[in-house]
């Protein structure tokens, strides 16, 4: 494994797929603000899967072998890159947990310069293929022995983990925590047993099924499902309304869930782009994502009495269309 130290990049973020909508290329550079991090990129090799691993590590600076950082470890959309999602990563690091951004070789930015624009759609779907699914949760395993047994390891609370993803990493997500899919007429167990609760933003349905609930019902780890009204996917020849979202974490066979639904918005909005959604929405929304992300993960992680989850939904009521939690 290859360390080096880099600036804080904002680059390839979440794209459209059978499973996955997310951002195009461009997207806008950090504010000062958001530089808060230097964050480490790790190139890791599977020898094993003859695959590249690629991982970016938002660190907390006060994470050291007497204090080791909880870990978050991020799935990015289809199209996207370790790069991505640093909203997100830059507050949990400062909110003293660890978050290690993943890179999906086989459903990475790669897409969009590969081969003729005329064929993008083809590789988009090409990506959302099972192989390329079950890939990804290989990836986050890896991910998981590489850094937990590093140099790093003593930094970070290998008990104390947590799998965060959106859109097509919100699948990959939802089956490392126990979502079971079938594969040549048998299901398929991915479950990895690091990880301690999911976070689920805009997770599309698990395709080939006619419904979610055995794919889902078997995920009992605490969760948390973030969508908006307007988290819609659209893509020639595919289209998935929010309701999708919803029936996601209905699904859900664990009682310890959550399910956080913004007004408006779009799939993009939890993206690093700041225009989908609105530009006021979008602010809004991030900063209400980071406040509910936050009180999920001292919950399940540190134990706290869930006062700051319960008072979540009343702080931003102006968002919210609706909110369920367990009582």
């Not at 706290?304 to 968002?319: C, S, T, V």
């Amino acid at each position: 494994m290859h360390l080096r130290r880099r600036s804080l990049i904002l680059a390839g973020t979440a794209a459209a797929a059978l499973v996955a909508l997310g951002a195009v290329p461009g997207a806008r550079a950090p504010r000062a603000q958001e530089r808060r991090h230097d964050p480490l990129d790790l190139d890791a090799f599977d020898a094993a899967r003859v695959r590249p691993v690629p991982m970016r590590l938002y660190l907390p600076r006060a994470a050291s072998a007497a204090r080791p950082a909880p870990l978050v470890v991020f799935s990015h959309g289809i199209g996207g890159s370790r790069a991505g999602y640093g909203w997100l990563g830059t507050h949990w690091a400062d909110e003293g947990f660890a978050s290690l951004h993943l890179q999906h070789v086989g459903s990475d930015r790669s897409l969009w310069a590969a081969g003729s624009p005329f064929a993008l759609v083809e590789r988009l779907q090409a990506a959302a293929r099972a192989d390329e699914a079950i890939a990804r949760v290989g990836d986050l395993r890896f991910a998981l022995d590489t850094v937990l047994a590093g140099p790093l390891a003593e930094r970070l609370d290998a008990d104390r983990v947590v799998a965060a993803g959106h859109s097509y990493g919100a699948n990959t997500t939802l089956l490392a925590a126990g979502a079971r899919v079938e594969r040549d007429g048998r299901p398929v167990d991915l479950s990895e047993p690091r990880i301690r609760a999911a976070i689920a933003i805009s997770a599309p349905p698990f395709y080939g099924a006619p419904s979610p609930r055995p794919i889902l019902e078997p995920v009992r780890l605490p969760s948390l499902h973030v969508t908006a009204t307007d988290d819609v996917i659209r893509i020639p020849g595919y289209w998935s309304g929010a309701e999708d979202r919803v029936a996601l974490f209905d699904a859900v066979g664990g009682e310890r869930k959550v399910l956080a639904v913004f007004a408006g918005g779009s799939h993009s909005m939890f993206t690093d782009r700041a225009a989908p959604g609105g530009l006021e929405l979008n602010a809004r929304v991030k900063a209400a994502t980071r406040e509910l992300t936050t009180a999920f993960l001292r919950g399940v992680l540190h134990g706290d009495d869930g006062g700051a989850l319960r008072e979540w939904p009343h702080r931003h009521a102006a968002i919210l269309a609706r909110f369920v939690a367990p009582a």
